[in-house]
């Protein structure tokens, strides 16, 4: 029966992988990226200016609005979250056994990419014309068609292989962190959770405060968007460079390229061409790092931790974000100015950067102690033959 059961699995999901029904996962899976990823950060982001002059609020205190959003989303268990987490599950589902699945599970995140840069024209467009609480409604509007998409996607999954085990064991769960990548993953999202969207709560506001206007802001935003997208397409023909040897290999040099865009905001804040090409630079090591989040789960994780994994990730990043906001805020009631915010942010990055390296020198030590360990095993098989 389980040979037959097998069989008969086997052939249904060759039917659904001459379909085209794997393609609708990956569009529905795009436009929830565009929707729950991208528009909310984006839009807050110039809400942010209009909301502290409203109600001539601290900024640590609206920063918190923003920081307690994100947080709520990843790390709070709220609908968005589950609708992201579930885009890259279900993605890896439709195209399980794909050759190049790395590139489709980075693909879907430039449905983000996009959202970046064209939520802030948009948010300036409902401002102008419906105020901050209109904006908002026509956000939940948008919102809500994550339902509808979600249908769509649902409808056309592959079948289930019903002869898996469906047992659970915390134990198994539990085996991530085990894993040394994963943990040194998970150390580098908690940091870029944290501080790696200064750009997008304080930006606005940081501009506006000295001298420029929001269509400035908003330029900066979207030119940043544009590189993003630019970063998360760039990523997928170069999946397989990354990959090898590890993708977090890679983050020891994106990271540091990060830090330099954060710290040339403030230095460079009276020079709008330098801005500009700072928001490029920060945009592209910003999406090859997004879009590389679930091959790296995907690379570091056997297959059926795979979900498992995602949620921790997701759940880091919520919880390190709930809090990043209220800080960087805090920071500027402090000193009065945003700099420190884009050096923390700087600083942390940096910190990353090391951590990946870490990853190397490790990795290397153990692979030299492990070649030694099958040598000298080698070497007393072939003196017990003799």
């Not at 419906?130 to 998409?149: C, K, V």
């Not at 400035?216 to 935003?221: E, G, K, Q, S, T």
């Not at 090409?277 to 297959?303: K, N, R």
Request: proline share 3%; net charge positive.
């Amino acid at each position: 029966m389980t040979t037959l059961g097998k069989r008969k699995s086997s052939l249904t999901r060759q039917r659904y992988d001459k379909s085209n029904r794997r393609y609708v996962v990956f569009v529905g899976s795009l436009l929830i990226h565009f929707i729950a990823m991208a528009m909310p950060s984006a839009m807050l982001g110039i809400v942010y200016v209009d909301v502290i002059r409203e109600f001539e609020a601290d900024a640590s205190l609206v920063a918190l609005m923003q920081s307690l959003f994100r947080g709520i989303v990843f790390g709070g268990g709220c609908g968005f979250v589950f609708a992201v987490f579930l885009s890259y599950v279900n993605a890896r589902r439709a195209f399980q056994g794909h050759s190049s699945i790395n590139k489709f599970l980075s693909s879907i995140t430039i449905g983000a990419g996009v959202g970046l840069f064209v939520t802030p024209y948009m948010t300036e467009y409902f401002l102008r014309e419906f105020g901050w609480r209109g904006t908002f409604m026509i956000a939940a509007g948008i919102f809500f068609h994550l339902n509808l998409i979600g249908i769509a996607v649902k409808l056309n999954l592959p079948p289930l292989d019903k002869t898996e085990s469906k047992d659970f064991k915390w134990n198994d769960q539990f085996a991530v962190f085990k894993k040394r990548g994963f943990s040194i993953y998970i150390f580098d999202v908690f940091l870029f959770g944290m501080f790696g969207f200064a750009e997008s709560w304080f930006l606005p506001d940081f501009i506006v405060s000295n001298n420029y206007t929001k269509e400035d802001a908003a330029l900066l935003l979207t030119v940043s968007g544009v590189f993003n997208v630019g970063g998360r397409i760039l990523a997928v023909p170069l999946s397989s460079f990354f990959s090898r040897p590890k993708i977090l290999y890679h983050w020891s040099y994106i990271c540091l390229a990060l830090a330099i865009s954060h710290a040339l905001y403030p230095y460079f804040l009276q020079s709008h061409p330098v801005l500009m090409i700072t928001s490029g630079l920060y945009g592209t090591c910003f999406g090859l790092l997004i879009s590389q989040g679930a091959p790296i789960v995907l690379q570091s994780l056997p297959m059926d931790l795979f979900p498992i994994g995602t949620a921790i990730e997701m759940t880091s990043y919520g919880v390190s974000t709930a809090v990043g906001g209220y800080i960087g805020g805090l920071i500027r009631d402090v000193t009065g100015g945003y700099e420190g915010v884009f050096y923390t942010a700087s600083v942390s990055s940096i910190i990353c950067s090391f951590a990946s390296l870490l990853l190397i020198i490790v990795d290397n030590i153990y692979k030299r102690r492990d070649r030694k360990h099958v040598h000298n095993n080698n070497s007393i098989s072939i003196i017990s033959h003799l």
